[in-house]
């Protein structure tokens, strides 16, 4: 009986064998931003009043970039966005400022037609950024959106953008 219940018994197992050489390290990679859930739903950003500025283009000369900036009439930057070039193709960036408490945070862009969550970053203590590529249909929607697009970031205010001339030549300035 004894034979029967030690076949039943697990095997020991052998301890692993030290080796001398060691393993190659692998590199750190930079640690990834957690998922963004994407926001609900919300159709009552349409009939929201503008947020009170204007858009002004900015061309810094050849090589060092374009950018569309939304201001208010005292000179209180809001929102921008940008060309940018990274191993991964040419980028739109969205800028925007905000005091936020968490690293990374919900940016969601409104139009008429789309909706999308982004995952954004915190840069420093009053700048929020997120990207998409420049081929990227987001971008059309927020050209072309019924005169407007909303801008939220969690903790902040809503931005309610005019989709004047400036957003359109940006996109344009990226993808040409």
């Given amino acids: 009986m004894t ?10 197992k052998e301890p692993p064998v030290a080796t001398t050489a060691s393993a ?15 926001a609900p739903a919300d159709t009552h950003w349409m009939d929201a009043q503008d947020t009170i500025g204007a858009w002004v283009y900015q061309n810094f000369g050849e090589g060092m970039g374009k950018r569309s900036l939304f201001s208010d ?4 930057f809001y929102f921008s ?14 800028s925007r400022t905000g005091t936020p408490a968490k690293r990374y945070l919900a940016m969601t862009i409104r ?25 990227d249909p987001l971008l059309d929607a927020m050209a072309l959106s019924k ?5 939220e970031v969690e903790g902040e205010a809503t931005l309610i953008l005019p989709s004047h001339a400036e957003v359109s030549r940006v996109i344009e300035d990226c993808r040409g």
């Fill in 73 to 76: 009439p005292d000179d209180t």
């Fill in 24 to 38: 190659p390290r692998p590199q750190q990679a930079r640690p990834s931003p957690p998922p963004v859930m994407p």
């Fill in 81 to 94: 966005l940008s060309c940018a070039t990274d191993p991964d193709g040419v980028k739109v960036l969205f």
């Fill in 147 to 151: 005169g407007r697009f909303a801008v």
């Fill in 111 to 135: 139009t008429e037609t789309t909706q999308r969550t982004l995952t954004a970053e915190r840069l420093g203590t009053q700048m929020i950024m997120a990207g998409v590529s420049a081929s």
């Fill in 3 to 12: 034979l029967v219940l030690a076949a039943c018994a697990p095997a020991a």
